[in-house]
């Protein structure tokens, strides 16, 4: 997931569709789903947006040696994050002294995106094949037939439809 925020934080929508044969972790993969975008909403959480704002003002005010080299990496990724005219606007009154923490509380989510996360999750039976680490070498069978035929399977229509 951690690979993918600064995408997902660009997006108006994100959609997981967590997929699996069995519906064991399911539960738990939606919890840290959602917590994940939780924790990059809170403007108090680490990393959060104020955190951003403190460690923007101490560069913008040229204190570097007050910077430590995690905070220039913070720094730069949240840029990426934070990046939008809104968020800057509010960083430049907030900057000012025109709003203080609670106004940048207020008001962030305005600005915040992905604007919607929704987390479907569903279950292919009887496909295990497809979720192997180092599925099985296919074996060469003769042919009884030219033609194609679609694979029913589990699959909903929705899904493109596999091949044999």
């Known amino acids: 997931m951690d690979?993918?925020?600064?995408?997902?934080?660009k997006?108006?929508?994100?959609?997981l569709y967590y997929v699996a044969t069995r519906d064991t972790n399911f539960a738990r993969a939606q919890k840290f789903f959602f917590s994940t975008f939780e924790k990059l909403w809170n403007p108090d959480g680490p990393n959060g947006l104020l955190d951003y704002f403190r460690t923007r003002r101490t560069?913008?005010?040229k204190n570097y040696g007050k910077?430590?080299?995690?905070?220039l990496i913070f720094l730069n990724e949240a840029k990426a994050r934070f990046a939008g005219q809104g968020i800057e606007d509010l960083y430049r009154r907030w900057q000012a002294g025109e709003i203080h923490d609670q106004g940048v509380r207020t008001e962030y989510p305005k600005f915040r995106t992905p604007l919607e996360v929704r987390f479907i999750s569903s279950t292919v039976n009887g496909q295990a094949a497809l979720f192997e680490r180092h599925p099985r070498q296919p074996l060469n069978v003769a042919v009884k037939s030219s033609e194609e035929a679609c694979f029913p399977?589990?699959?909903t229509h929705n899904v493109?439809?596999?091949w044999r």
């Open 3 to 9: 690979a993918y925020l600064t995408l997902f934080m």
């Open 11 to 15: 997006l108006p929508k994100v959609t």
């Open 59 to 61: 560069w913008d005010a």
């Open 67 to 71: 910077l430590t080299d995690r905070d």
């Open 153 to 155: 399977g589990d699959f």
């Open 160 to 162: 493109t439809p596999a």
